[in-house]
């Protein structure tokens, strides 16, 4: 009974203060239009209502406070603030709807209602304040945000799981639910009116073929005209795309080159004072090495003096030794003189006995009379026995002349004829004459006698005199030292030595100076001191740039780095330029990133580095010859485009508006195409689309977070507890790898952050709430992202509470224009709630099995992987329950580029186990499945009811050109809600019109596609 009373009360509080809010806000309003409106045409009030789902109510609140004919605009922010002043007054009184209650269901919805209604209100302020030209132009924006209240409003009932109190609920906050339809209603018409309007005062003016449809449902125009400028507009921003990470990637880069310059000092300061160590160590050693040189010097002048004497005593004893040996000689010479004598007497003897013998001869018979060889012997015989074993070198000469004088003789003997002896006297004078000849034919006996004395002088060096003999011993020790002249040199040889063995120093002054000046010869050569000592200061300069002065060094980094991130002088000056001027402003960009990247590779290569920073300086030299290459074909890339390159094609293509349209098919595939590497065009190379996809951006992180403590924090709460409350400026938090088991929430006042990981399987939240455990369904979430703007990149999101546990949220997401990037979302039930607002995912993955991608967001998957799991027995699998109540609400769920696939355990029985696109969770629930691949798991009806026939007739459900075994259409479900679409009807959910992309996802710097990717 409490609660019935209850409710009733809170709904006829709301009922009148949107009423009493409603006539008041109609009146200022008017008041505003006397001022002077944008817009002076006048609309039907009977007419807006018509156009709500509760069009009695609309009247009846209205008509009393607003004239039948109305400026749009008044009625408009009319509207805005019934939803702003009194609507919020109401939702004081949820907290009667399960007061007493006890369950940890119950009591988990009621905390989710309170946070719910509180996100209502704040969004309903933020509305109210804007101007009224700011509403014209905000029009998609605020039925975004409208729609987003109304959703909250309808979460709040559906978190209670006892219908009765689901009941209470939804009676509590229907008349409020219903007011704002109307409201999200006049909003949709009057923007409706404002664009007619709009088109008209074009015409009027000249104004061609521009055409705002943006936000509205409506049939696309035809604009051929504009063919061309949209298709130059996708290759423009595939170039922005590589412009933009070729400017992060140079700026991390210089980044990693500035800390490399830093390590490089660092370790060469330490390598300095090794130097200096090393010098110092040297200098002790080499004075110790030079005293032992020192010593070693008069040892050898002592060891040298030593041996001199040693010889010059060897010469004495030489002398003494060779003297009697040439008095042997000399005694030897007479003995031989005497005993030749005796012998040529015998001879003589022998001569005269031949002669009387021949005499008495009367025949020719003399060879056989005389023995030749006899004579012969006997001569020889004699020679040998006097002369023994040959004392020396003359006796033997004349032994051999001996020799040849008896073959004289015996062929004289042999020769001549009795007549031919003339006399005796020759043959007594052929003795003499033999003596001389034997005694080396020396011409008297002085000569003779002098041989002895000239021998010794021929031994020592065939010296001419006495004098040389005795000056040899002291000669000997000069020769040897270096054939010095002088007794002086030999005694200057030790203290030279020193000299020679350090360079043939000159003099003692410079070996005294070796040890000083080693240090400045190990360093640089240099010749003061000063150089040395300024060597460790001046490396650094050298090392980055070589640059004159140290602020010089210090200012290039930090001015590249300002030209880098800037080079258009300002936002307004981007702004300025125009959609005309677009390429030109590309243009210079990429020159500027082409000429600071090859500026920077000539520094880092000419750059003195320590040894070990080899490797690194040549792997950022690789990235920034990278760099340089992409900055300038995509230059060359303009340039095409200037010259208009891109030929017109005959085929009309419908487009969707004047912001965005589809990319039309070109010539040699020179469309803009889905890329699976990362949304860069095909002439960046693979290799080079991985390092333009590194993570981070162009901002340093604000907060680091690891789990092993080496990061500012080690929990994701702490570091978005350091973010500035609704500060508009992009907080980066850097997550690292690991496992992060705790439950995150970015609240709604924490606005464009942007967070990132190491890879969406490296770095994962982690949580294992569920319903079966006693929590409501968005209460179970691991992770909520409710900041609008929030960016996500390379991060898994994990809820681990298995098949059994129900529903359990991995990410949940509130925040308008979020954003995540190649990351992955695993659970089962409920996996990705995408809530309210308008969100973008590309190139993730999902993983789960009961409607696993869920809510009331306008969402668009692009280049997605949808993973379905194998869910419990008797259990089917539903990919995506879209969320929608409204008509006029602009949300749906959009698979574009995605494939449809089973995980490996679901593989073998998917034939077996029900599959289904999705299924229609609210009565408007809209969801598009366009150019995917869709895998034969999907059974080939391809969707499946919620209960009994809600929402077939008011759901929209619409399939376009997807491909796959599961992508047939010819079996598919025949409710009056689905339909297979064509191109015109599918362009209103590409990204730059359903989701208004063009307006703000192109500034995320994130890949992807406005139009078609097909």
Not at 671 to 683: D, M, Y
């Amino acid at each position: 009974m409490t609660n019935k009373a209850a409710t009733a009360s809170i709904i006829a509080a709301v009922g009148v203060v949107a009423v009493i809010g409603t006539i008041a806000a109609v009146t200022t309003s008017r008041k505003a239009s006397d001022d002077g409106g944008n817009m002076s045409t006048s609309i039907k009030l009977s007419q807006l209502c018509s156009s709500t789902l509760y069009p009695a109510k609309c009247e009846n609140s209205l008509t009393p406070v607003v004239n039948e004919s109305s400026n749009p605009e008044e009625v408009l922010r009319a509207a805005l603030q019934v939803a702003m002043n009194e609507i919020g007054d109401a939702f004081a009184k949820y907290t009667d709807v399960g007061r007493g209650a006890a369950d940890k269901i119950t009591l988990s919805a009621i905390g989710e209602c309170k946070k719910l209604l509180d996100d209502a209100i704040v969004d309903l302020k933020d509305m109210a304040g804007l101007r009224a030209d700011q509403v014209v132009v905000q029009v998609n924006d605020l039925r975004v945000w409208i729609s987003g209240v109304m959703t909250y409003i309808y979460t709040c009932a559906d978190g209670f799981d006892k219908p009765e109190l689901k009941h209470a609920m939804d009676r509590l906050l229907r008349n409020s639910t219903e007011l704002s339809s109307n409201a999200l209603a006049i909003i949709t018409r009057v923007g409706q009116f404002l664009h007619q309007a709009q088109d008209a005062k074009s015409d009027s003016t000249g104004g061609g073929s521009r055409r705002l449809l943006g936000w509205y449902m409506g049939d696309a125009h035809d604009v051929e005209s504009r063919r061309r400028l949209l298709a130059i507009n996708g290759r423009l921003d595939e170039i922005a795309d590589v412009g933009d990470a070729s400017r992060r990637l140079l700026s991390e880069t210089m980044d990693e080159i500035t800390e490399m310059s830093h390590d490089g000092d660092r370790h060469l300061s330490e390598t300095m004072d090794q130097i200096d160590e090393m010098s110092h160590s040297g200098d002790r050693h080499l004075s110790e090495t030079m005293d032992e040189i020192d010593e070693m010097s008069h040892d050898g002048d002592r060891h040298l003096s030593e041996t001199m004497d040693e010889i010059d005593e060897m010469s004495h004893e030489g002398d003494r030794h060779l003297s009697e040996t040439m008095d042997q000689i000399d005694e030897m010479s007479h003995d031989g003189g005497r005993h030749l004598s005796e012998t040529m007497d015998q001879i003589d003897e022998m001569s005269h006995d031949g002669d009387r013998h021949l005499q008495d001869v009367s025949t020719p018979n003399l060879s056989g009379n005389v023995s030749t060889s006899n004579i012969t012997g006997k001569a020889n015989t004699s020679q040998v026995m006097s002369f023994g074993d040959g004392s020396s070198a003359s006796m033997f000469f004349g032994v051999s002349n001996l020799t040849k004088e008896a073959d004289f003789v015996r062929r004289r003997l042999l020769s001549m004829s009795f007549n031919d002896i003339s006399s005796e006297n020759e043959v007594k004078q052929y003795g003499e004459r033999n003596r001389r000849r034997l005694l080396n034919d020396a011409s008297s006996d002085n000569e003779v006698k002098q041989y002895g004395e000239g021998n010794r002088r021929k031994l020592l060096n065939d010296a001419s005199s006495d004098n040389e003999v005795k000056q040899y011993g002291e000669g000997t020790r000069r020769r040897l030292l270096g054939d010095a002249s002088s007794d002086n040199e030999v005694k200057q040889y030790g203290e030279g030595s020193k000299r020679r063995l350090l360079g043939d120093a000159s003099s003692d002054n410079e070996v005294k100076q070796y040890g000083e000046g080693s240090k400045r010869r190990l360093l640089s050569d240099a010749s003061p001191d000063n150089e040395v000592k300024q060597y460790g200061e001046g490396n650094k300069r050298r090392l980055l740039s070589d640059a004159s002065s140290g602020n010089e060094v210090k200012e290039y980094g930090e001015g590249n780095k300002r030209r880098l991130l800037s080079d258009a002088s300002s936002d307004n000056e981007v702004k300025q330029y125009g959609e005309g001027n677009r390429r030109r402003l590309l243009s210079t960009q990429m020159q500027s990133i082409a000429d600071m990247s090859a500026h920077m590779n000539r520094r880092l290569l000419t750059t003195e580095l320590p040894e070990h920073l080899a490797g690194k300086r040549q792997l950022l030299s690789n990235k920034l010859v990278m760099i340089n290459e992409v900055a300038k074909e995509a230059n060359c890339e303009l340039e095409a485009i200037g010259v208009g390159r891109f030929p017109e094609e005959e085929d009309q293509r419908v487009l969707a508006t004047e912001v965005v349209g589809t990319i039309d098919d070109l010539p040699n595939q020179q469309r803009r195409k889905l890329l699976s590497a990362g949304a860069f065009p095909e002439w960046v190379s693979s290799h080079t689309r991985r390092l333009l996809q590194a993570p981070g951006g162009l901002q340093k992180p604000n907060a680091v977070v690891a789990a092993d403590g080496s990061g500012n924090f080690k929990t994701i709460t702490e570091a978005l507890n350091s973010v500035p409350p609704k500060s508009t400026a992009r907080f980066v938090i850097y997550v690292k790898a690991g496992e992060y088991k705790e439950y995150v929430t970015v609240s709604k006042d924490q606005a464009n952050v942007f967070m990132y990981g190491d890879g969406p399987t490296k770095t994962r939240v982690i949580g294992d709430k569920s319903n079966k455990g006693g929590f409501a369904t968005i209460a179970t979430r691991t992770f909520s992202a409710e900041g609008n703007g929030f960016i996500c990149k390379s991060m898994g999101f994990v809820n681990t509470a298995g098949p059994d546990g129900h529903q359990a949220v991995a990410l949940h997401v509130q925040g308008d224009m979020s954003v995540f990037f190649n990351c992955r979302f695993e659970g089962y039930q409920d996996t990705l709630y995408v809530h309210a607002n308008r969100q973008f995912f590309r190139n993730c993955e999902v993983l789960g099995t009961i409607d696993f991608i869920f809510g009331n967001s306008a969402a668009v998957f692009q280049n997605c992987l949808m993973t379905v799991r194998k869910p419990m027995d008797n259990q089917g699998n539903m990919v995506t329950a879209h969320g929608r109540t409204d008509p006029n609400m602009p949300t749906g769920i959009v698979l574009q580029g995605c494939k449809i696939v089973p995980e490996d355990a679901l593989f073998p029985v998917r034939h077996t186990v029900p599959s289904y696109l999705g299924r229609p969770w609210k009565e408007y629930s809209r969801t598009v499945i366009m150019e995917s691949t869709i895998g034969d798991l999907i059974k080939p009806e391809g969707w499946s009811e919620w209960m009994g026939d809600l929402g077939l007739k008011t759901l929209y459900y619409a399939e376009y050109a997807n491909t796959g075994p599961g992508a047939g259409t010819s079996k598919r479900v025949t409710w009056p809600g689905y339909r297979v679409i064509g191109q015109a009807e599918a362009t209103q959910f590409t990204p730059g019109v359903f989701i208004d992309g063009m307006s703000w996802l192109k500034n995320t710097g994130t890949p992807n596609v406005m139009g078609f990717i097909k």
